[in-house]
């Protein structure tokens, strides 16, 4: 009798262990990027999430994740020409790779109250190991997500050695979230 009670203490308390609450991001949210263009310019654009899955609690880390898809196919730099361009094989190959994913390891809380996510970023063929620096504000049920990070393109093989833009692509986030 006794380990019967015992298993059930067990089982419920497994099953009300405490999960993150999910965040539902603003629909029609971009990601931000840049990078130099031909001359010195900067070249701007947008992709817009797809999927995203987060589960974030700044008091329990551990189970806190993060899941995220961007579209490739909404990439927009304000000229069509070039955004069909970037679609090609040699750039983003939508055709074959039509999303780009960010699936977290880890959450850590730094010194100065901001945050770092560990995790894989899944573009083209290529997988690396990427830490997104990012801020969380919250007002309880509205939130926002605000960071950026640098990636060198040609770590994922995008562009290959074109002379007319940087290596250098600098993301900035500003999501806007809605917990469930």
Do not use: C
Not at 2 to 29: D, R, Y
Not at 150 to 172: H, Q
């Amino acid at each position: 009798m006794f380990k019967m009670a015992f298993l059930m203490t067990l089982v419920a308390w497994g099953i009300s262990e405490k999960i993150p609450p999910q965040w539902k991001i603003k629909p029609g949210t971009p990601i931000r990027f840049s990078i130099r263009g031909i001359l010195g310019t900067t070249v701007n654009g947008t992709l817009q999430l797809s999927s995203t899955d987060i589960r974030f609690d700044t008091s329990d880390l551990a189970h806190s994740s993060f899941t995220v898809g961007l579209d490739v196919n909404s990439l927009n730099t304000g000229i069509s020409m070039r955004d069909s361009h970037l679609a090609r094989e040699e750039y983003f190959d939508s055709e074959h790779y039509p999303t780009i994913k960010f699936r977290s390891n880890s959450i850590e809380k730094k010194n100065d109250g901001s945050f770092g996510v560990s995790g894989r970023l899944f573009l083209k063929k290529t997988e690396k190991v990427l830490i997104i620096p990012f801020q969380f504000q919250s007002d309880g049920k509205n939130a926002r997500f605000t960071g950026g990070f640098t990636i060198n393109r040609k770590d994922f093989g995008i562009g290959g050695s074109s002379l007319s833009m940087g290596e250098i692509v600098t993301v900035k986030l500003d999501i806007p979230v809605t917990a469930l």
